[in-house]
Each structure stands twice: as C-alpha cells, then as structure tokens.
C-alpha cells in the first residue's frame, strides 16, 4: 500500500499547578512526540506531520503522571495532505488508498 501524507493540527491547551507539565501524543500505538508545556493560560496549534499507509489511527493525547493538570484537545482537523484522510469526531485519523 502506498504511503500517505497528511499533516494534522489540533488546538491544544493545558491547566496545569505546580511544576510544568509534559504530555505525550500517539498515533495509533505509537508515541509520536513527548513536550513539556510551559505556558499559563495561553493553547498552541499543534501540528503531526503523518506518513502512515491507509488505515485507521486513534490520536491520543494525554499527560504523563505525575502531572497535577488537565489536557484539553479540540479542533482536531487535517491541515493539508491527501485528499483522501478525514478526521472523526472522535479523533480517529482515517487515510484511505488514493488508487480506490
């Protein structure tokens, strides 16, 4: 299967106490990046550069223990990339075969 590229971005923030909070970001069962935020009141588009061949990847963002905070994710669409991936209201990344 041929591989795809699609970049997605989401509308991350984080309420957070005490010290700065990191989180991690799969895609599918894979870690894809691990960050500290640092900020108070503020939330950052983030951006997955994705090559993956067609399937379905469950995108997962969650703070990594012993963090004292909330993680908000919303906003979840594809930037651009194959005109052939969407993205599901539960934050599942579908790529489909170009060639179908």
């Known amino acids: 299967m041929n591989r795809q590229s699609v970049v ?3 509308d991350v923030s984080v309420d957070w106490q005490g010290d700065p909070p990191r989180y991690r970001i799969y895609v599918g069962t894979e870690m894809f990046t691990e960050r500290t935020w640092l900020w108070q009141g503020y939330y ?22 012993p963090a004292q905070g909330t993680i908000e994710v919303k906003n979840v669409r594809i930037e651009h990339g194959s005109d052939r991936a969407y993205i599901k209201k539960n934050s599942q990344l579908r790529i489909t075969d170009e060639s179908t």
Not at 46 to 64: F, Q, T
């Open 44 to 65: 950052l588009e983030e951006r997955l550069p994705i090559h993956a061949p067609p399937g379905k990847y469950n995108l997962r963002w969650e703070l990594v223990p």
């Open 8 to 10: 997605v971005q989401a």
